[in-house]
């Protein structure tokens, strides 16, 4: 099925990452036309050149089945045409992987071509509004034409009519919406200009005693809208590199009905078939004997066997080849990615007190100014009102912070920090203690151990004995060991669990890779042999980051205190680090114990490494999960932090508090705006359609200031 | 005196067909992606293009 008979292309372990997509419906872009014509719609967040562009629509050329694709630069998707007979979506989505643009499987919101729409005939209405007010500017008089000018006022307030309903109506309706759920948006004082406006020329039109203000009002809509539409722009060149990715399965291939089921279709008793290296989605009792490795949720890196019939938990990856399993228990629809994702829903950065707050504000900031002009001019009273609504607006208050820390978790990535949300930022400039879990955390996840290497000359043979396992002792030895593979060197090869690699050369020398029990020797190291003669011992150990000793000192001179809060039994800490955590060294702790030792810790960051952590993590401040080269998924974490970059968490820590201090200068600077322009409002300097034209652009101008500062304080590479 | 509402009643006419053709525009997708084009062009070998959805 694949192009190319090169032997070039995907592996195919790949593959099972979208096998699910077999399935995909047209919540996923899926479209079928007809037996042989289909096209799917597809997210691709790596796009961003031209050569991306030119490669991804040129994929009919290199993969049978395509029969075109058009990409959508702007919106970072892509198009493809295809012939459902001769390739399907995984292999689709695997090629598209391989090249370097991994399917975003998050379905994304379309954007909509109507907001453009609307923004057209705003301006359509603005125009043809303006044109028909300006005989009256220029003169027209009422005595000799009334009739015309009757003419004229009333198709301005026609245009200016229809551009409140078609295109202004978003505003109203939101602020509608607001007003019924009784809070406070920011939409209500735009929305109350732009009635009022409307009522009182309304009301002057039909006395006859002017044209009112409709030329402003189509106007003041058009610029809003315009406003809103640059903003967007200028907010999708600055959208933030991606966090986190997730990668868990969607669907499963159930055996009893011979096809792929949606998790949240998964019934009690169903009998699913897990491929090797899949992630259990529900829970299920295993058919056969299984190895399980619940490193993603627990950060345990041994494997756990599993005799028939056990009951396997959500979240561990299979070991061994194709298990079938019966569902134990209903899969929650999506409890597999609720694991990963937040269950607190996000407030916002301005708080609803805050927003109540300025709204009322500006509305009794209004009144007043239109009280007090009501008494000098009563012709300009309800114009001055409007202004001081439109551009006390404090967009660029609310667009700030979440603007600076979003970013900022973008920058932090190269840092090797991924924050579920830019939240986290603001937290990690608090810290003042930090609890470090052992196992994983100051300790290496990955088995590192000593290789007692007896048979040099047979590395080449061992190594690709180790390579073909998943086990994380064959990944050590494969380590360990310094020597290329050779791919034909081995004819068969087999794994039984908790025992090891049964295998044979191709010089007919039986192989075998693991435990004592499998060979008849002592328990404790791994031993590979090979015909009878010991070729290599290998001892896994655990071994502490000493790289961290540095680390430790720049965290104290910060200010931070450090804690060792872990589960296991005492053991040894290097030297150095005495200095670092005195007496503040808790062993044997359960997670219950855990989370106590934490609780009355201010601003505490806890960093750990999976499931046995959860209670920890939900009593810091902020928990962050330490990964060693797997990116799996970590409850109730706040983050992910990739091991091999924890020398750099000095760095993290001080880049996030000049974000902070960032953000307080821009909620200034905005502040400042809007006072500026408040004041200059009440004083009449201010006309509704200039008010609109400010506003966004103190929006952008905030926002360009902290993203500009975001990336100033970024690490230079 | 007439005049003046037989022309903007034309001018109005030919603005509401501006206004259509625009909406049209916007309603098959030509807004959607605005930089594509631009890239696309510099593709070396042209072949037949499926018509857009």
């Known amino acids: 099925m694949l192009s190319g008979d090169s032997g070039y292309g995907p592996a195919p372990e790949l593959l099972s990452k979208y096998e699910h997509l077999v399935v995909a419906t047209a919540d996923e872009g899926f479209q079928r036309y007809s037996s042989t014509a289909a096209l799917w719609e597809v997210s691709l967040p790596a796009i961003h050149c031209t050569s991306c562009l030119i490669l991804l629509e040129r994929m009919s050329e290199w993969l049978d089945g395509v029969t075109d694709v058009r990409v959508s630069f702007s919106a970072k998707r892509a198009t493809v045409y295809f012939n459902p007979e001769l390739v399907s979506i995984p292999v689709v989505a695997t090629w598209l992987d391989f090249v370097g643009y991994p399917p975003s499987l998050i379905p994304a919101k379309r954007q909509h071509s109507s907001e453009v729409m609307k923004l057209g005939i705003a301006g359509f209405a603005m125009g043809n509004a303006m044109m028909s007010a300006f005989p009256e500017y220029f003169g027209l008089d009422a005595q000799g034409h009334s009739e015309l000018l009757i003419l004229f006022r009333y198709s301005t307030a026609f245009f200016a009519t229809v551009s409140l309903i078609v295109a202004g109506r978003f505003y109203l309706e939101s602020a509608w919406k607001a007003i019924r759920g009784r809070t406070w948006s920011l939409d209500i004082p735009i929305a109350i200009g732009m009635t009022?406006?409307?009522?009182?020329?309304?009301?002057?039109?039909?006395?006859?005693?002017?044209?009112?203000?409709f030329d402003s009002l189509s106007g003041l809509i058009f610029f809003l809208l315009l406003g809103k539409f640059l903003q967007r722009r200028t907010y999708a060149a600055f959208s933030f590199e991606r966090t986190v990715n997730d990668f868990l399965p969607l669907s499963v291939f159930c055996v009893n009905r011979g096809q792929f089921v949606r998790l949240g279709d998964l019934q009690e008793g169903d009998t699913i078939e897990l491929a090797k290296g899949g992630i259990v989605p529900a829970e299920v009792h295993a058919l056969s004997d299984v190895e399980i490795d619940y490193s993603f949720i627990t950060g345990e890196s041994q494997p756990v066997s599993v005799k028939a019939g056990d009951t396997l938990l959500v979240g561990g990856k299979i070991l061994s080849e194709g298990l079938r399993a019966t569902v134990a228990k209903k899969a929650q629809s999506t409890s597999v990615e609720q694991l990963w994702k937040d269950e607190v829903p996000d407030t916002g950065w301005v708080s609803p007190k805050m927003t109540a707050w300025f709204t009322l504000t500006v509305i009794a900031l209004a009144i007043v100014g239109g009280l007090v002009w009501w008494d000098i001019d009563p012709t300009r009273a309800i114009e001055i009102s409007v202004s001081v609504l439109i551009i006390a607006c404090p967009c660029a208050l609310s667009l700030a912070a979440p603007f600076a820390y979003g970013t900022a978790a973008g920058v932090l990535s190269k840092y090797g920090v991924f924050l579920k949300s830019g939240r986290g930022v603001e937290e990690l400039a608090k810290i003042k203690h930090i609890a470090w879990d052992k196992t994983g955390t100051l300790t290496r996840q990955n088995i590192?151990?000593?290789?007692?290497?007896?048979?040099?000359?047979?590395?080449?043979?061992?190594?690709?004995?180790?390579?073909?396992?998943?086990?994380?002792?064959?990944?050590?030895?494969?380590?360990?060991?310094?020597?290329?593979?050779?791919?034909?060197?081995?004819t068969q090869w087999r794994e039984v669990n908790g025992e090891g690699i049964h295998a044979r050369d191709i010089q007919g020398r039986t192989w075998f890779v693991g435990s004592g029990t499998g060979c008849g020797r002592p328990a404790g190291p791994t031993y590979a042999v090979c015909d009878g003669t010991l070729v290599a011992l290998y001892r896994p150990s655990a071994a502490y980051r000493t790289e961290l000793t540095l680390v430790f000192r720049e965290l104290e001179d910060l200010g931070i205190t450090?804690?060792?809060?872990?589960?296991?039994?005492?053991?040894?800490?290097?030297?150095?680090?005495?200095?670092?955590?005195?007496?503040?060294?808790?062993?044997?702790?359960?997670?219950?114990?855990?989370?106590?030792?934490?609780?009355?810790?201010?601003?505490?960051?806890?960093?750990?490494?999976?499931?046995?952590?959860?209670?920890?993590?939900?009593s810091a401040a902020i928990g962050l999960a330490v990964v060693e080269g797997k990116l799996g998924y970590f409850p109730k974490s706040d983050g992910i932090l990739f091991a091999d970059q924890l020398h750099q968490f000095t760095h993290v820590l001080r880049y996030s508090k000049r974000m902070v201090a960032t953000v307080k200068a821009a909620y200034i600077l905005s502040l400042v705006y809007n006072l500026t322009g408040v004041v200059l409002a009440l004083i009449g300097h201010l006309s509704p359609v200039i008010a609109a034209v400010l506003m966004p652009l103190s929006s952008i101008s905030v926002v360009l200031f902290v993203v500009l500062f975001a990336w100033g304080f970024a690490p230079k590479d | 005196m007439n005049i003046i509402f037989l022309l903007l009643f034309f001018s109005l006419l030919i603005a509401a067909a501006f206004l259509a053709a625009f909406v049209w525009s916007a309603k098959s997708g030509q807004f959607e992606d605005v930089e594509g084009p631009a890239m696309r062009m510099l593709r070396e070998e042209r072949k037949k293009q499926t018509t857009n959805s």
């Open chain 1, 448 to 490: 590192a151990g000593d290789l007692e290497l007896h048979r040099r000359e047979w590395s080449g043979e061992l190594a690709s004995i180790v390579a073909r396992s998943a086990h994380p002792i064959a990944a050590g030895i494969r380590r360990a060991l310094d020597a290329e593979i050779l791919p034909e060197a081995i």
């Open chain 1, 562 to 618: 450090h804690h060792l809060i872990s589960g296991d039994a005492p053991r040894e800490l290097p030297q150095e680090w005495h200095a670092s955590f005195a007496d503040r060294i808790h062993f044997e702790r359960s997670p219950g114990q855990k989370a106590q030792l934490i609780t009355p810790l201010e601003n505490c960051l806890f960093i750990g490494d999976g499931l046995n952590d959860i209670d920890a993590m939900k």
């Open chain 1, 196 to 213: 009022a406006l409307w009522g009182w020329s309304s009301v002057l039109l039909v006395q006859g005693t002017s044209g009112g203000y």
